[in-house]
């Protein structure tokens, strides 16, 4: 299992709602057909940005199913199952499993982050990892959970056989380089946000899983690639075009505002499921000025 490459750019798909803000599968299948005109690594589904807490655990295999019929090739199929229960995050891996994910995404658990002591997150991940039958990767993701896993913790899950990398959102690159510094050779780590990607990129990590690929795919791969062929300057040029598109749609106007930029650009984005808000006329307004100014500067959306 060890052997699952997760090396590239990964972009974490909304999940598309209709107005009744039920699952719209075939506006799913339609956005990953359309991306995947792009040199992707693959897709996650169910990860923050495809709002797993707000569906109900009988829709979640259906979103799972959904995917995997669309995605082609060599694309690997990530999904996001983190619950606040081992067992239900034990349920929803093997439901990933049973739909063809290749590998799942496990978010720590985090209401009773009081109790979530590295013994308890290490006896969490090895037993989710011992009943999943595909790999297993960590994520971290402290602007959702209120609980940043310290490096400490994170090594202490790595040596599980079944676990192979993490997905950090922090955007602690010192925090990077330890874990790459006291985890196996074969333990990956993923920029969490485009935001930091070059950073993270340059104390090891192998990709990122950024929402940002979603809208500018060909911009986070020109960055991934101009790291791997050495060219610094290429590299920290895009990064730093990217920053102020990535904060829109991450930290500033969140799902909705990832949807929204969707929908700008032609693709399905629609509303999120309540309590978020849709991005209402000045948010779009201010999101197209944003894309229109940063992205157009690098040939938005090149194939």
Not at 196 to 212: C, D, N, Q, R, Y
Not at 221 to 239: C, E, I, K, S, Y
């Amino acid at each position: 299992m060890n052997n699952l490459s997760l090396s590239g750019i990964i972009p974490p798909l909304p999940t598309p709602f209709d107005d009744n803000q039920d699952f719209a599968p075939a506006r799913l299948q339609e956005n990953i057909r359309r991306l995947s005109d792009f040199k992707l690594a693959g897709f996650l589904v169910l990860g923050s940005n495809g709002e797993l807490a707000h569906l109900a655990d009988r829709e979640i295999p259906a979103v799972y199913e959904a995917a995997r019929e669309a995605i082609s090739g060599p694309r690997l199929m990530l999904a996001g199952v983190g619950a606040q229960s081992t067992r239900r995050t034990i349920a929803n891996a093997r439901a990933a499993a049973a739909a063809g994910a290749d590998a799942v995404l496990v978010l720590n658990p985090s209401y009773y982050k009081g109790q979530m002591s590295r013994e308890a997150l290490r006896a969490h991940y090895h037993a989710v990892a011992e009943a999943a039958t595909v790999p297993v990767i960590l994520y971290n993701m402290p602007a959702a959970t209120g609980l940043d896993m310290d490096a400490e913790t994170v090594v202490a899950i790595a040596g599980h056989e079944n676990i192979i990398g993490i997905k950090d959102s922090g955007g602690n690159v010192v925090k990077l380089g330890e874990i790459r510094r006291n985890t196996p050779p074969d333990f990956q780590i993923l920029a969490g946000s485009a935001g930091f990607l070059l950073p993270a990129l340059s104390v090891g990590a192998v990709g990122g899983i950024l929402a940002l690929a979603n809208i500018a795919p060909q911009q986070c791969l020109d960055l991934f690639h101009h790291f791997q062929a050495g060219d610094l300057p290429a590299a920290r040029d895009m990064q730093i075009r990217l920053i102020p598109v990535n904060t829109a749609v991450t930290a500033k106007w969140g799902v909705p505002g990832l949807k929204a930029a969707l929908d700008l650009l032609g693709l399905y984005g629609g509303p999120p499921r309540a309590p978020l808000l849709p991005a209402g006329p000045d948010i779009r307004r201010q999101l197209s000025e944003l894309m229109e100014i940063h992205l157009q500067k690098t040939g938005r959306n090149e194939s």
